[in-house]
Structures are given as C-alpha cells and as structure tokens.
C-alpha cells in the first residue's frame, strides 16, 4: 500500500513538471508564479523523500521510488526561469485565463493522486438531497408520482 502511495504521488509530480518546464518556454519564464511553482516543487519531493525515509517498505522498492524523486528533483532544479521574476499578469503581459497557470499546475498533483475523495464525497451529497417535489420526500432516487 506505502508503495502505491508514493508512485501516485510521483506520477502527479511527473504531469507537473512537464507543464512547468513547458511554461518556462514561454511567458511564464519570466512570472514569479512559475518560479513559485517550481519552489513548492522542490519542497514537496524532499517531504515526500523523508516520508519515504521513514516507511518500511522493501529495499528495492525503495531505491526505484529514490530514484524517481532524484530524476524529478532534477528535472525541476532544470526548470529555467528569470532572475528578475514579476507576475505577468499584472505586467499586462499574460492574457492567458483569468488565474496563474503556472500556480495551477500544482493542483494537478492533488487532481492525480486524490481524484476520486473530492467527487465521491460531490456526488454522495447530491444524492442525499434529492427531495420529491411533489410530496417533500428524501430519496436516493426520486420517485415517480
């Protein structure tokens, strides 16, 4: 189980840093959300590097899963971004949604490892209060009068 934990985390990661290290490639080089972005990275792998430290899984398990977070804190230390960062947006550079793309991203990680906790949860509540318009009854499936 601690095993497929850390390589769900580690997959999130993965999507994560291909969009960062495609942002970087274009307006978002130069935004603070992207350097952000790359700093909350770096700490999430070492947390999930200690985590790792301090699980009894099996050796070899182990070292695959060290080596993967060694490959993407490597890969996000690679991320290049501006010395001189500002919010692009504000610049008026950055026309791109309403939010900090580059600062979304992270949310991908959350989207990969927990997707199914928050739509579950969702769903189980709309069913719960599906009310008959006709008699004010509560039903998991309303009924037909």
Do not use: W
């Not at 906790?117 to 009068?145: F, M, N, R, W, Y």
Request: with cysteine.
């Amino acid at each position: 189980m601690a095993t497929t934990y850390f390589k769900n985390q580690l997959r999130g990661y993965d999507v994560v840093l291909a969009t960062l290290q495609a942002f970087s490639k274009d307006i978002c080089r130069r935004c603070i959300g992207l350097s952000g972005a790359q700093t909350k990275v770096i700490k999430g792998l070492k947390k999930l590097r200690m985590d790792l430290d301090k699980t009894s899984i099996l050796e070899n398990d182990k070292k695959e899963i060290m080596v993967h977070i060694d490959t993407c804190e490597n890969t996000a230390n690679a991320i290049e971004t501006e010395e001189e960062c500002e919010c692009q947006k504000t610049a008026g550079n950055c026309k791109i949604g309403p939010g900090c793309l580059a600062l979304g991203a992270l949310e991908l990680v959350k989207e990969i490892t927990e997707p199914l906790l928050k739509t579950e949860k969702e769903e189980i509540s709309k069913v719960a209060k599906l009310v008959c318009e006709k008699c004010g009854a509560e039903e998991a499936v309303p009924v037909v009068h």
